[in-house]
């Protein structure tokens, strides 16, 4: 599984890096702290999942949604943030993220993400 992690803070990168590395299978591709690199990364790297921080240091996640959500269909769209409120999650939903995952709270649930054992949270999966 390819996955693409699009994080500006060091701190979380290096513990998804740590939380992938443990899993078989997974490989990740790219890697990005600003939304318009990670446009072109997740383009070019075709993921299977992009992992989806809110706050970059160029942009939002919700701005890679709005440029590949509907333009990468094999692409599974995850938002991570410490950011959870209820807003920000209908939004990524509506632009095409299959889950909003509160850092502080859900960041091990990646693993099941990366196993297949995560629900979708989108109508249309």
Same mark, same amino acid.
Request: charged content about 40%; hydrophobic content about 30%; overall charge positive.
């Given at each position: 599984m390819k996955v693409f992690l699009v994080e500006d803070s060091p701190?979380?990168?290096a513990r998804l890096r740590e939380l992938l590395s443990s899993l078989p299978g997974v490989g990740i591709v790219?890697?990005?702290a600003s939304a318009s690199e990670a446009i072109a990364g997740i383009l070019?790297? $075709?993921p299977d999942i992009a992992l989806l921080d809110l706050n970059l240091k160029e942009g939002s996640g919700f701005d890679v949604?709005? &440029?590949l959500g509907g333009r990468m269909p094999r692409t599974r769209f995850y938002m991570l943030s410490n950011f959870s409120a209820y807003p920000? !999650?209908?939004l990524a939903l509506r632009l095409g &993220? !299959?889950?909003f995952l509160d850092?502080?709270?859900d960041i091990e649930r990646v693993s099941e993400i990366m196993q297949? !054992? $995560?629900p979708c949270l989108q109508s249309s999966c």
């Open positions: 701190l979380v990168l790219g890697e990005s070019a790297s $075709e949604l709005r &440029a920000y !999650r209908q &993220a !299959r889950d850092k502080t709270k297949g !054992r $995560e």
